[in-house]
Structure formats: C-alpha cells, structure tokens
C-alpha cells in the first residue's frame, strides 16, 4: 500500500510520544513504519512504542510483550473502536497511557486511583454498584503482599510465584521451573477469547500435577491457595468478559440488557462448560493425590465451592432465557412468548445478575417465584 508521507495521524501520534519520552521522533527518525501504520489504517487496535532506556533502544509493535524490566518505557496507543482511524476526527478515537514496568502493576495502580474512585464519585449508582464489586475483587486478587508476612495468609497466584523464584533452594527451584510454563498461560487471561480457558485449564492441571510430584512435594497449604487464586482469576475473567459482552451490545454497562438478547446463551453454556472442566480437573487431582504414599492430600474440605456456585447460577440464567422459547414449542404461540420474555425483563431487569451474596439469592428465589405462581 502506498502511504502518503505527511499523515496527520501518524504525525499526531509520533508527537505524543514525543512528549512523553522528552525526544522529537518523527517518521525519518523510525526505521520500521509499519505497525504505525497498520494503527492507522487498518482495525489493528493496539500501538506500542517502547524505549529502552538504559540500551537507549526503540521497539514498535503491535502487540502487548511480557517485559517488566524497570529501563523500559512504554507508551500505548489503543482504539476505542476497531477500525481505520479517519483523517478528520482521529483524536477522539484514540487513548493513550504510558507504562513502566510490569503491566500488572500498572493495571492494580489504574484501578485504584482512576477507575474505582471514577465509579465511586459516579451517580448512576445502579449501573456502577456490580462493576465496583469486580474492580475490588480484583484488587484484591493482584495486590502484592509482604512475603515476610506468615505463609499462611492468602496471596495471589502471582505473589506466589514470585515468593518461591525469590528462594535460592532446590525445592524452590524446582517449583519455579514448572510455574515458569503456567506463569505464561496465565498471562493470556488478559487478553483471550472464552473458550481459551480450556487450554488455561489443561495447562494448570499439568502443572498443579508437576508440583505435587515434586521432591519434595509442593507443600499442601500452598497448593490449596493456588487452586484457589487461579479460580478466583478465572471467575474474575468470567465477570469481566460478561460485562464486555453486554457493554458491546449497548454501548452502555447495564447488566439486565442480558434479558434482551439471545447472543448470550452460547456464552452461557460455556461458562457452565467451564466450570464443569475446572470442578472435574481439581476433584480429580485431589482424588489421585489422597493415594500418595509418600505424601497423600489430607484436607476433604471444599476447593471449588465457588464454581459450583457459579455453575448453578449460571444454569439459572440459563433456564430462564430458554424458558420463553421451551413454552413456543409447547403451545406454538409465539405471543405467549413475547409475553413470558417481557415477564422475565421486568422481573429481573435490574438484578445484578453475577453477584453471589446471600441477599441476592434471596431475591432470586422470591422472583422465581412471581414467575411460576
């Protein structure tokens, strides 16, 4: 494609980063334009520009790399739209951060001190309340502990990762060596489509089976709150993807427009399908690990009660959004569907849907109700 030299986007952006790094870039400066170009004029969402700033070295390209080194600044160019940015208003269909370090980080420091306190100052508390919960779930999931606080307390998958990399024993590098293929895995729960879970699932069964087989054996009390971080990351993604979906649809977060379309029960079944493999994988592990010998998994309580709960949840939904089509077959009136869909919209129309506490699964059982009196 022949590209015209001047382009004000292409200007636009090398300014901005010009900014940023204190330099003036500009387009005989760089020696590869073609990510740059693929930003502006094809959907590709995603432009980084990164400076090394100890080899004083540039890298362009458009896709997220897993470098946390301290030297490395980063400057992200993304789209809120996918698509060819426009000569005329390309500015507004632009955002732009910068980044040091690990994006991890960057995204636990973003989700305090802007999106949560954005959302906390919001008025349009109905729409705001469930997406407050899941950006509190997931500080609390990505905070990083003290790793010389107690052993027992709970910390992320992360955190123990690095509390075993920062060990020089054989033990701990054995360990590190198997989370190094999961660390990787992990990282795709960022920026993956549902049903690559399952490949996230494999892969965690493989090397929760590794590090039981360790010698020594992963100690039990440690495995147990990997289990249970990892699941809590896949419940989060489970949200968080959710709300996605239902946000493409509207072009605004209201979780009970999941009523309103049908595109969602593919996305249903599979979070059931999900998980069923997780639940199956766990019970599974913890069953061949209790006819260990040499070191056998003595704890019988619950790892998985969350995905049960999830499940069961989930296969309500479910249950409902099928229950207007179940009855047109039934009694082959498509008005009497109509009717039972506006019935469920109006009843459950502003539940917030994925939340698990005890009030909420009061007011389903009274709603459930309503409908089948």
């Not at 790399?65 to 993304?78: A, C, G, Q, T």
Request: with cysteine.
């Amino acid at each position: 494609m022949d590209y015209e030299r001047n382009d004000p986007r292409r200007h636009y952006i090398l300014r901005v980063a010009s900014h940023i790094f204190a330099l003036n870039l500009s387009e005989n400066k760089i020696p590869n334009l073609i990510p740059i170009q693929n930003f502006c004029d094809t959907n590709t969402p995603l432009l980084i520009i990164a400076k090394d700033e100890q080899k004083r070295a540039f890298d362009i390209t458009n896709e997220m790399r897993n470098i946390h080194h301290p030297d490395l600044l980063r400057v992200i160019f993304y789209k809120l739209e996918a698509i060819a940015l426009p000569l005329d208003n390309f500015k507004s269909k632009i955002s732009v951060l910068s980044l040091r370090g690990r994006p991890t980080d960057a995204l636990i420091r973003s989700v305090r001190e802007i999106f949560k306190q954005a959302i906390e100052n919001d008025s349009e508390t109905s729409a705001n309340s469930h997406l407050h919960t899941i950006l509190n779930e997931l500080e609390m999931i990505m905070e990083p502990k003290n790793d010389k606080k107690n052993i027992h307390e709970r910390r992320s998958i992360h955190d123990e990762i690095n509390y075993w990399k920062n060990r020089k024993d054989n033990a701990a590098l054995q360990y590190s060596q198997v989370f190094q293929i999961l660390e990787v895995k992990l990282e795709m729960l960022t920026n993956c489509r549902i049903d690559e879970i399952y490949e996230i699932i494999d892969t965690t069964e493989d090397c929760l089976n590794q590090l039981w087989n360790c010698e020594p054996s992963f100690p039990q009390n440690h495995m147990r709150q990997i289990i249970d971080s990892i699941g809590k990351l896949i419940v989060l993604f489970f949200l968080i993807f959710c709300a996605l979906i239902i946000n493409s649809i509207t072009n605004k977060i209201e979780f009970n427009n999941i009523w309103n379309d049908d595109t969602l029960i593919d996305i249903l079944h599979l979070i059931i399908s999900i998980c069923e493999q997780w639940q199956f994988v766990i019970t599974t592990l913890i069953e061949q690990w209790k006819q260990d010998i040499d070191n056998p998994w003595n704890d019988d309580q619950s790892i998985i009660s969350i995905f049960e709960i999830i499940q069961k949840h989930t296969d309500k939904i479910l249950s409902l959004k099928l229950l207007s089509h179940q009855m047109t077959e039934l009694i082959k009136d498509k008005n009497g569907q109509k009717e039972m869909e506006q019935i469920i919209r109006n009843i459950f129309g502003t539940m917030p849907i994925f939340t698990y506490d005890i009030s909420v699964q009061q007011d389903w059982k009274i709603k459930l109700l309503v409908i089948f009196i």
